[in-house]
């Protein structure tokens, strides 16, 4: 690997090391953000849509002609993105809208990336024993499909307010105690389309 690489490699492995050792010791402030968040995110329809997508992503991995895909990297990746992506999505949004400081989005910004990019780099590394070409390409491609995730997994349906993204309620990470899933089909429909017609134009071309 040329000396870029290892550079890199230092930069976000460092990166991520602080942002553990910031989630550690601040990890009083971050509770509030934590809270509640396996229940909102282990609802049935969540968990059905989540199988579904990772199973045949995995499945067709070794087939897309990408090298670099292999049932290993689609079934971690996916798996990585479930867990983290409505988490990191919400924190962002509340970043950006001035409702958490930075710290809160750098925890959620280096998750994100080790999610959707270093974690795949360091498997093709100790796979193949070299950085991947496809590393920076990847960013983009894997972190739009993070990003749809993050939203469809954030769908949520509220009396009074119909079917909204539940990181723009005070009280997230939280779930409607309705069974929402026929009131935001309607949305979540068109993210899995979209995602559906990204992972197969990254694959195809």
Request: net charge neutral; hydrophobic share 55%.
């Amino acid at each position: 690997m040329s000396n870029f690489f290892y550079l890199y490699i230092f930069l976000w492995a460092s990166a991520c090391l602080f942002a553990i050792v910031l989630y550690f010791f601040k990890r009083e402030f971050f509770a509030k953000t934590c809270q509640g968040y396996w229940r909102f995110l282990f609802k049935p329809w969540k968990v059905v849509s989540f199988i579904i997508a990772t199973s045949g992503l995995t499945l067709i991995a070794p087939y897309t002609g990408d090298p670099t895909w292999d049932y290993v990297d689609a079934l971690f990746m996916s798996i990585l993105t479930y867990l983290t992506a409505p988490w990191a999505i919400g924190i962002i949004y509340k970043f950006i809208r001035s409702e958490l400081p930075f710290k809160y989005a750098y925890v959620a910004f280096c998750t994100w990336m080790f999610s959707a990019s270093w974690s795949y780099d360091l498997y093709l590394i100790i796979r193949d024993g070299y950085y991947p070409d496809t590393w920076f390409s990847n960013i983009f491609a894997s972190s739009a499909l993070y990003i749809l995730a993050g939203l469809l997994w954030n769908l949520d349906w509220r009396e009074g307010r119909g079917v909204i993204f539940s990181f723009m309620l005070d009280t997230w990470p939280s779930s409607s105690a309705h069974i929402v899933f026929q009131k935001v089909l309607l949305f979540a429909f068109p993210i899995m389309v979209l995602v559906t017609l990204l992972i197969l134009f990254f694959f195809l071309f």
